[in-house]
């Protein structure tokens, strides 16, 4: 599917791609992740690997390809896959493998929405009917899943529903974190399509999260790219340890990236790196405990604040 015909559909594939990282679970699958796993066969992984030090996107997917040819029932592999090949543009490659992963694991909201997504951009433009039912498929699993949302949102538009599709985005809106990423270009397109076919929303649109002329939170790009920690050779040793000695490497990794914290508070990047690397290791406990002490460290700044229970929201930190 081209730039243009995404386009001519209403919507544009740069946000198509921002709606990649509406679903927090997908988000968190960081192709790092992906490698460790890939070649290693155990299920910890330490979460403060880099994208770039893991080396590039075709060693990652030739290695997801060889570990599912010997373990094909494996959905969480083949989910890693469809990211893999969405990230290189290979839409039909990426439907195939998210197809594979909701066979297997039909009742992960993620893995239908993801794959909604993938056939919206492997195909002729527009929300088809086989994206749409897969993004419904992710509705019934998961009511609150953004990127399924928006996209039967375009879909109502699309249909002439209007409205409809006005009040759907507007929701999106209500239920968004604070400072999200995707706000604006949501709020544009409900401007577009109110502007466009007269569709009243006075007194309807929930209030900027951010103040006019604040900075925009940017949590995402922390929250979900790539984090400093092991350097290439690092991970290549990592491939031949076993699953425990893989567990130790991470939490040595998030023990010295909470010293460091300790030494030098006021490094807001570096805080939501440790709630992720907590939440990565399924340690909730401290993922909460660091929440709070990134709060604690920046009190006097309500902007990062706001960045703090973004980021703890979109990674499904339990609350206090």
Same mark, same amino acid.
Request: aromatic share 6%.
């Given at each position: 599917?081209?730039?243009?015909? /995404?386009?001519?559909? #209403?919507?544009? *594939?740069?946000?198509?791609?921002?709606? +990649?990282?509406?679903?927090?679970?997908?988000?968190?699958?960081?192709?790092?992740?992906?490698?460790?796993?890939?070649?290693?066969?155990?299920?910890?992984?330490?979460?403060?690997?880099?994208?770039?030090?893991?080396?590039? +996107? $075709?060693?990652? !997917?030739?290695? +997801?390809?060889?570990? *599912?040819?010997?373990?094909?029932?494996?959905?969480?592999?083949?989910?890693?896959?469809?990211?893999?090949?969405?990230?290189?543009?290979?839409?039909?490659?990426?439907?195939?493998?998210?197809?594979?992963?909701?066979?297997?694991?039909?009742?992960?909201?993620?893995?239908?929405?993801?794959? #909604?997504?993938?056939? +919206?951009? $492997? =195909?002729?433009?527009?929300? &088809?009917?086989?994206?749409?039912?897969?993004?419904?498929?992710?509705?019934?699993?998961?009511?609150?899943?953004?990127?399924?949302?928006?996209?039967?949102?375009?879909?109502?538009?699309?249909?002439?529903?209007?409205? @409809?599709?006005?009040?759907?985005?507007?929701?999106?809106?209500?239920?968004?974190?604070?400072? @999200?990423?995707?706000?604006?270009?949501?709020?544009?397109?409900?401007?577009?399509? $109110?502007?466009?076919?007269?569709?009243?929303?006075?007194?309807?649109?929930?209030?900027?999260?951010?103040?006019? =002329?604040?900075?925009?939170?940017?949590?995402?790009?922390?929250?979900?790219?790539? !984090?400093?920690?092991?350097?290439?050779?690092?991970?290549?040793?990592? &491939?031949?340890? &076993?699953? $425990?000695?893989?567990?130790?490497?991470?939490? #040595?990794?998030?023990?010295?990236?909470? /010293?460091?914290?300790?030494?030098?508070?006021?490094?807001?990047?570096?805080?939501?790196?440790?709630?992720?690397?907590?939440?990565?290791?399924?340690?909730?406990?401290?993922?909460?405990?660091?929440?709070?002490?990134?709060?604690?460290?920046?009190?006097?700044?309500?902007?990062?604040?706001?960045?703090?229970?973004?980021?703890?929201?979109?990674? =499904?930190?339990?609350?206090?």
């Amino acid at each position: 599917m081209t730039k243009d015909s /995404a386009v001519n559909k #209403g919507f544009s *594939l740069p946000f198509a791609r921002v709606a +990649l990282i509406l679903a927090a679970l997908v988000a968190l699958a960081a192709i790092a992740i992906a490698v460790i796993r890939s070649s290693s066969g155990g299920n910890e992984s330490p979460a403060t690997a880099t994208g770039p030090a893991a080396g590039d +996107l $075709s060693t990652v !997917i030739s290695s +997801l390809e060889k570990k *599912l040819a010997e373990n094909p029932a494996d959905a969480e592999r083949w989910n890693l896959l469809g990211l893999a090949y969405y990230n290189v543009g290979r839409y039909a490659d990426a439907v195939k493998a998210y197809g594979k992963a909701s066979t297997i694991n039909p009742k992960n909201a993620v893995y239908w929405s993801a794959l #909604g997504e993938a056939q +919206l951009l $492997s =195909g002729p433009g527009g929300v &088809t009917p086989e994206a749409e039912a897969s993004f419904r498929k992710a509705l019934a699993l998961d009511p609150g899943d953004f990127r399924a949302r928006y996209f039967i949102a375009v879909k109502k538009d699309d249909s002439g529903d209007h409205k @409809a599709a006005v009040e759907d985005l507007i929701g999106v809106l209500r239920d968004s974190p604070p400072g @999200a990423s995707w706000e604006k270009p949501v709020r544009d397109l409900i401007a577009r399509i $109110s502007t466009e076919h007269k569709v009243d929303i006075a007194g309807r649109m929930p209030p900027p999260s951010v103040a006019q =002329g604040a900075a925009p939170v940017q949590v995402d790009s922390v929250v979900t790219g790539g !984090i400093p920690g092991p350097t290439a050779a690092d991970l290549k040793a990592a &491939t031949a340890m &076993t699953p $425990s000695e893989q567990d130790d490497m991470a939490k #040595g990794m998030v023990a010295r990236l909470a /010293a460091r914290l300790q030494a030098n508070p006021r490094d807001a990047d570096r805080w939501i790196m440790l709630i992720r690397s907590r939440m990565q290791l399924n340690d909730l406990a401290g993922a909460r405990s660091a929440v709070n002490g990134a709060k604690a460290a920046f009190r006097d700044d309500p902007q990062q604040q706001a960045r703090f229970e973004q980021a703890a929201q979109m990674l =499904g930190v339990p609350g206090k």
